[in-house]
């Protein structure tokens, strides 16, 4: 296990010395590739797309183009279809599934894994709730501050108050 890791590492170490492919790949001639400027965006021959950011270059779904990054944020994590039907996108967007996907994996968790349902269930809960007291936070907070200006609205009328009864103190004696 130890030599293995070692060997892996002695692998990377000389990719990075640019020794690796010299050694193992002999014969194969890499094509030369044209000169990437930040922010150029291409597809290689295997329709992936990339991009050249500052120092490195980064693939698929990081890569910005607009229309990749649509179909690739837009694939079933399971079964890998496109996103493309109404019902699909709905749990596509709550789960990364399409909804036989979402269907079955809720189905499999249901009657083979009861324990998992139930977790599962539970964490939907919880991502629910979540956001039921993010509103539940705000409201309070409305609800303090409306409280915090009214009580500033008393302690002004108050002080008035009291200086109308001052006034009519000064005046009565
Ligand atoms: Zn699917």
């Known amino acids: ?3 293995k890791y070692s060997k892996n590492l002695n692998r990377v170490q000389s990719m990075v010395d ?3 492919g010299g050694k193992i ?3 194969y001639t890499p094509e030369a590739e ?4 930040v922010g150029d965006k291409w597809t290689d021959s295997d329709g992936i797309p ?5 120092g490195y270059q980064v693939k698929g779904r990081l890569a910005t183009s607009d229309i990749t990054h649509q179909s690739w944020d837009r694939k079933c994590s399971m079964c890998e279809s496109l996103i493309l039907k109404p019902w699909d996108k709905d749990t596509h967007k709550a ?9 079955n994996y809720e189905l499999d968790l249901k009657f083979d894994k009861p324990l998992r349902w139930f977790a599962y269930r ?8 979540k956001s039921i007291e993010k509103e539940i936070i705000q409201w309070v907070d409305e609800l303090e501050k409306q409280k915090q200006e009214k009580i500033f609205d008393m ?17 009565n004696t």
Do not use: F
């Open 155 to 171: 302690s002004v009328a108050n002080a008035m108050a009291n200086a109308n009864v001052e006034m009519s103190i000064k005046k």
């Open 122 to 129: 539970r964490l939907k809960e919880l991502q629910n709730m």
């Open 50 to 54: 990339w991009e050249q950011r500052d």
């Open 95 to 103: 789960d990364g599934r399409c909804y036989h996907c979402q269907l």
């Open 34 to 37: 044209p000169e990437r400027k």
């Open 18 to 20: 640019g020794t690796y």
């Open 1 to 3: 296990m130890a030599k």
């Open 25 to 27: 790949q002999s014969g």
